[in-house]
Structure formats: structure tokens, C-alpha cells
Nanobody
Framework: RRQVVESGGGLVQAGGSLRLSCTAS????????IGWLRQAPGNQREGVSC??????KTWYTDAVKGRFTISRDGDTVTLQMENLKPEDSGIYYC????????????????????WGQGTQVTVSS
């Protein structure tokens, strides 16, 4: 059964830092660009950052450029978030098949889930 397991998140004051990690379970990410999406209450889900299969190329949405850093080490992808703002609050999902690298945030099928369960990030002002 293919799954994505996330860790990290939590509550932090504005200006603080958090680290999110996700790991493949039951499959490998050798051929997958991996990234993070987030969704705040009342807002549409949006892509935050992606990293390509080699780890040599990264993409960030404009709102987080210069503050977030994505990296990968084998089947683990980490999102380091610095200088967090209240508008960064939301549920963060790790997922494969990043659109910036030709994908479509594929969710998987049947018992296989290519998205993580979501982890809450709350930034207080």
C-alpha cells in the first residue's frame, strides 16, 4: 500500500520557524517530483513548493519565496519554513506529481494514496 507520511507542523508565533517532512511508505520517489500544498479555511488549496526528481530544481509560490526551502534526501522531502506569517497558516499536504514539473498532483487510486494526511500549521500574530 502506497502512502505518504508527514511530520512536523504546529503552532508558532509570527517570525518563527517550522519544519515539515514527508516520507514515502510502500513506494519510492525516484521518478517523482514532490511538493507541498496548503489550504487555509475559506481559501482554495494552493501549491507552495516543489522539488524535481534530482533535487536540483525547486519551485516556490511567490508568497513564500525567500522564506521557505524545500529539499530532498532519497524518499524524504523537507520544507523548512522561516519568518512565518499568519497568512501561512493552514493545513499542509505533501504530494507527488508536481505541476511545475509536468504533473497534476495525482492523488492515487484504490488503496494507494499519493497525498499525505495533512498537517496543521498555525502562525499567531
Amino acid at each position: 500500500r502506497r502512502q505518504v507520511v508527514e511530520s512536523g507542523g504546529g503552532l508558532v508565533q509570527a517570525g518563527g520557524s517550522l519544519r515539515l517532512s514527508c516520507t514515502a511508505s510502500g513506494w519510492t520517489w525516484d521518478d517523482w517530483a514532490i511538493g507541498w500544498l496548503r489550504q487555509a479555511p475559506g481559501n482554495q488549496r494552493e501549491g507552495v513548493s516543489c522539488i524535481d526528481t534530482t533535487g536540483g530544481k525547486t519551485w516556490y509560490t511567490d508568497a513564500v519565496k525567500g522564506r521557505f526551502t524545500i529539499s530532498r534526501d532519497g524518499d524524504t522531502v523537507t520544507l523548512q519554513m522561516e519568518n512565518l506569517k499568519p497568512e501561512d497558516s493552514g493545513i499542509y499536504y505533501c504530494a507527488g506529481d508536481c505541476p511545475p514539473y509536468g504533473g497534476n498532483w495525482y492523488r492515487g487510486e484504490g488503496e494507494h494514496n499519493y497525498w499525505g494526511q495533512g498537517t496543521q500549521v498555525t502562525v499567531s500574530s
